[in-house]
Structures are given as structure tokens and as C-alpha cells.
């Protein structure tokens, strides 16, 4: 007899609520392994691949590209014993909380957890989708070698659209949200990467020979010439946060402009320097620095409000967010203990952490804990701005661009590398004269990196 699991959308951040289904990576018919992945989500913090927790093949998937789910509704039927025969037992390794281990972390609860009812057109049972699951699965194919576990693309672009089970081919978020800016059906193409997946000139190639008017971009009104597109994902999030920042903490800014030219001299040399050999070296890398050296003599400015508990938190630790412009929307990940970092170590973390947020790749628990964020508005050519804390922060830092611009330096006026500063802060954790002294270390620092030797 045939043994469904359903498998239910797990809650793989703190305190995620729904998540909208990006991409299947199988389809009914498909056997599976453990921890093979089986579908990407886009959460309210970042874009994420979910693990099978079961081997057997998949009879039924709950949910299409492009809808949003709530934790714990199902989103795929697995039959673990297709033929039959008592299944093996599924390499599930449990906690000691009950939650089954996977590849992103912990997946649902094996207890009965209470949810709220879904609030899309699939029924809340699931008896009716076994039964049709079943009657489509009588004669399952037989589990493939693990090299062939990604479903195969079809010969031509046509028979990707009439592929049972809805089958959408296989492209990277940053190539979907290309297709989408240029208005090309990803189904209609068959992808020249590993595996199938559809590269970037796949789809410039596709936009170029055969363009989409205007009219045909999803949400676009042709008599109002407008476009709405929903609010979901990492962009409600985003607004949700800023709003209550806003709303919730006293915002002070505080501007200084700042001589760096011996920083970017120090910049070049160590460009030069056998142990820096390799890694990339910005002026965001040198604001990192700063930023936790001047935070050691400014404690409050790391710390941060706690209306329920009525106190101040003071971290021994920095967990530096750097703001990240991604092709879903602004994100902060942290560089976790930066303070205890050497600055080869932070340009090393830095660039790491920037180049997963650019993929779209940026795990849920990597944006959790921050205790101060630096935003470089510089890269975009913008002097300087007002940014608004993130919550559960005190205090956030803006790069400006370094422009050739007159100094007076001794007496004469001489072109120097100048630099806009911008910080805001919290006004009921930090005062005027300490959110001032901060940003007058910081300013200090990248002015002169010799002063680094005094703290």
C-alpha cells in the first residue's frame, strides 16, 4: 500500500509567517532522495531551498510558482513506499525539541502544532489531493542515480509547456527578475547551463529576438498606463520594519565631512602589501573598522531599547549589518563578532556576505542580531543621507562618495579626498554628545588610520 507524507511549509526564520513559492525543482512522478532540494522559496528576509526530509516519489505539489503560502499548509505529497514494500526508514535525525533536521535548519514539528487555515483556493484537506495523487502514481518510475535527482528539460521550448505537473525550468533569482524586466516567459526557453539551467543570455537572447510590448508585463493597465505590482517578500518586510523604526525611535542625524586622503594612500599601499595579496580592499572595509573602534569608546551607541522588558541591552559584541541594494530589495546581513575582526578578515567577510546578498542567497538567520549598520550610499555617487535604524539597533552609519574636491590644508587650498559622514541614532539609548563623539572617532579614524594605534 502506497505511504503519504505531506510535507508542510516550514518556518525556517524566526517568526516567518508565509512564504511565496519561486521555483519547483520537481514535479508528480519524480522519486526523491534525502536533502535533495526540492523547491525555492522567497521568505520575508531572503530566497530559500528547502530539502526533502523523505525518499520516495512525489505524487502531489499543493502550491504553484508564484503563491503565497502559510507556515505549516502543505506544499508537497510524498509516497515513501511507492511499490508497496515496507519503506525504509527515512534518515529524518531528530532534535531533541522533535523537529526533523534539514538542510536549512529544523523543519516542522512532528506534535500538533495549531495554524491558521489557508487563505488560498487549495482545500484544507488533503484527502482529495491523495486520491488524485494516487490515481496519477499507480506505476511510478523507478528513483534515478543522485547525479540525475534534477529533473530533465525537455527537447524543445514547446514541450516545456505542456510538461505535466506545471514543470518550470530552472534559473537563478537574479536571471528570473531579468525575465521579468524584459518580459521573457522562462517556460519558453530551454537552458544552455549545467543541467538546464537558464542562464543571463539565455534570456537576453530571448528579449532580443522576440520583444514583449509593454502591455503584456504582469499588472500592467494599458488604459491607465500603470503597472501595480504586489507587495510581498523581502519588499513588505522592508517597509514594515522602516515604518516601525520610524514610528518608534527618536531619530537623530548628525553630519561630518572628512579629509581621507591619507586613508585612501593607505588603501593604495595596501593594494601592494604581500598580506593583503587577493582581497579587496574599500572604503567601506576601512568604515567597518572604524566603526567597531569608535563603538568600544561610545558602548551606548551598541546597545539598544527594550520597551518590553524596560531596559537597556548593552552588547559585548558587534554584529555589523551591512545594507545590501539585491534584486529583492534592500537586505541586511551581518558580519557576526566584526569587533574581534583583523581589517584582511572584515574585507574577506564583507565580500562574502555581499556577494550571497547579490545572489539572492542570503540565509534568514544571517540577518537576525545586528547591533549597528553601515549603509554605503557613496557606491551609488550620493554624498550623503538620512537613514532610518534598523530595529533593535541604536544607531546606523552613512558612507558618502569620496570626490576630489579643495581643502585647506596648512594654510593652502589643495585638492584632497573628501568624504560626507552621516549618523543616526536613537535618542533615548544615545545623547547628543555621545552619538557626536562616535561620529567624530569614525571621522577621525578615516582621516587619519595611524590614530587606530591610540584606541
Known amino acids: 500500500m502506497p505511504d503519504y507524507k505531506v510535507f508542510p511549509l516550514p518556518d525556517t526564520a524566526e517568526g516567518l509567517v508565509d512564504a511565496e513559492i519561486l521555483t519547483w525543482h520537481v514535479k508528480p512522478g519524480d522519486a526523491v532522495t534525502v536533502n535533495q532540494i526540492i523547491v525555492e522559496i522567497e521568505t520575508a528576509k531572503a530566497a530559500v531551498e528547502l530539502p526533502c526530509p523523505w525518499a520516495g516519489v512525489v505524487t502531489e505539489l499543493h502550491a504553484a ?17 511507492p511499490q508497496g514494500a515496507a519503506a525504509a526508514p527515512a534518515a529524518e535525525a531528530q532534535s531533541e525539541n522533535g523537529r526533523t533536521a534539514t ?60 510538461t505535466p505537473g506545471g514543470y518550470v525550468p530552472l534559473a537563478k533569482p537574479p536571471v528570473r527578475k531579468l525575465a521579468r524586466d524584459l518580459g521573457v516567459d522562462l517556460r519558453s526557453l530551454a537552458g544552455s547551463g549545467s543541467s538546464g539551467v537558464i542562464t543571463r543570455e539565455d534570456v537576453e537572447r530571448a528579449a532580443g529576438a522576440t520583444p514583449v510590448p509593454a502591455a503584456a508585463e504582469p499588472g500592467y493597465h494599458p488604459a491607465t498606463r500603470e503597472r501595480r505590482v504586489p507587495i510581498k517578500g523581502v519588499r513588505r518586510a522592508t517597509a514594515q520594519a522602516m515604518v516601525d523604526s520610524a514610528f518608534s525611535a527618536p531619530h537623530v542625524t548628525e553630519f561630518l565631512t ?41 558602548p551606548d551607541i551598541n546597545a539598544v531599547w527594550d520597551a518590553a522588558a524596560g531596559e537597556i541591552v548593552h552588547k559585548e559584541y558587534v554584529h555589523l549589518g551591512i545594507a545590501a541594494a539585491t534584486p529583492r530589495g534592500l537586505i541586511v546581513p551581518k558580519v557576526r563578532d566584526a569587533d574581534r575582526m583583523s581589517l584582511r578578515e572584515l ?14 542567497k542570503t540565509a534568514p538567520a544571517d540577518m537576525l542580531g545586528g547591533t549597528i549598520t553601515i549603509t554605503n550610499v557613496g557606491v551609488f555617487g550620493v554624498d550623503t543621507g538620512t537613514p532610518i535604524i534598523n530595529p533593535g539597533e541604536s544607531a546606523i552609519l552613512a558612507l558618502g562618495a569620496i570626490r576630489d574636491m579643495p581643502w585647506v590644508v596648512d594654510g593652502q587650498v589643495v585638492p584632497r579626498k573628501v568624504c560626507q559622514l552621516a549618523v543616526s541614532f536613537d535618542h533615548r539609548v544615545v545623547d547628543g554628545e555621545q552619538g557626536s563623539r562616535f561620529l567624530a572617532d569614525v571621522g577621525a579614524l578615516l582621516a587619519d588610520p595611524a590614530v587606530a594605534i591610540t584606541y
Open 65 to 81: 510558482p508564484g503563491e503565497t503560502v502559510e507556515v505549516g499548509a502543505p506544499i508537497l505529497t510524498i509516497d515513501v513506499d
Open 103 to 162: 538542510l536549512v535548519g529544523y523543519g516542522p514539528k512532528t506534535g500538533a502544532a495549531k495554524r491558521r487555515p489557508r487563505k488560498d483556493s487549495v482545500g484544507t484537506s488533503t484527502a482529495p489531493a491523495l486520491q488524485s495523487a494516487f490515481a496519477r502514481t499507480q506505476a511510478p518510475p523507478p528513483a534515478p542515480p543522485v547525479e540525475e535527482a534534477l529533473p530533465a528539460v525537455p527537447d524543445s521550448p514547446a514541450a516545456l509547456l505542456d
Open 258 to 298: 572628512v579629509d581621507v586622503t591619507p586613508m585612501m594612500e593607505l588603501r593604495a599601499k595596501l593594494k601592494e602589501h604581500p598580506g593583503f595579496r587577493g582581497v579587496k580592499i574599500t572604503p567601506l572595509t576601512f568604515a567597518a573598522k572604524a566603526v567597531c573602534l569608535a563603538a568600544r569608546r561610545t
Open 347 to 360: 574585507a574577506e567577510a564583507i565580500e562574502a556576505l555581499t556577494a550571497t546578498a547579490r545572489d539572492g
